[in-house]
Structure formats: C-alpha cells, structure tokens
C-alpha cells in the first residue's frame, strides 16, 4: 500500500502542475480606442501613446498600459485607461479608472451621457509584421498536359 501511494503522489504533482502554458504579455507603446458622439452619431477612431493624453470631446483619455498576446495565443489586448471629464471652468472630473478590453468592448467601455470610449487594440509600429504562409511557388520545368484529340469524351 506504501509503494503504491508513493508511485502516484509524484504522478499526482505531476499532472496538477501541468496546466496550460499563458504566453507573456507584450506591452505596445500605442493604445488604440474608438469613441461615440452621442449628439451627432459619429464614432471616430483614435490611437494615443501610452502616458499620453488625447482628448475626445469633454473627455480626455489617458492610457497608461496596452497589452496584447502573441499571434499564436487567444486573442486577450488590454489596456488601463483614465478618463477625466473637462467641467465648464476646465477643471478635471475623474469619471472613468480601470481595465478596458479589446475582445469585450460591452464590458468595460466607458458610458458617458454623451460621449462613448472604448479599447479597439494596441499597436507596435516597431514591431516585425507577423509571419505569413504563402503558396509555394509553382514548378516550371513541367511541361504543361496537352490536350488528346483522339480521345473519346466521357
């Protein structure tokens, strides 16, 4: 009874610490949102640098992180955001601080009585382009098939 508890607790260990495998986070020095004018209906798209400010409307957004996966992982781009609204004598109202995600816009934009303000991505313009699979080249030293006129057709 002893061997046999001692053989499976290491194949116990074993198989809890086997989970999947989370790619790291890569941090983008551009933020990527979009933004609703309720009053006139137009949704206009925007990128800010992370630390900076941009404002949109009576709101200005500030990111401070974007974060994505890599291609080959599930999509999961965030990004912390602080928005303030500007008041009538330019003072700063904190209205929104917390976590946007790209993949569930519904759960964390920010709902302004006039203004609407979501994540959309991130983006690394020094980044490599990701690794495209392209055809491989056709064979040119075949002769093409000639059609046979003698042949019956079917």
Known sequence: MKRLLLSTVPALVAACACGPAMAERIANPIALFAGLDKITGVTTS???PIGQERRFGS????PDVCYTRP?????KTTSFVQ?????MDNSRKPIFSGWMFAESPGLSAMEHATYDVWLTGCRDPNAPPPAVET???PDTGAQPEQPKDNQPED
């Open 46 to 48: 925007f990128e800010i």
């Open 59 to 62: 709101v200005i957004v500030k």
């Open 71 to 75: 291609v080959t992982e599930e999509p």
């Open 83 to 87: 928005i303030d609204q500007v008041e």
């Open 135 to 137: 055809a491989p080249a």
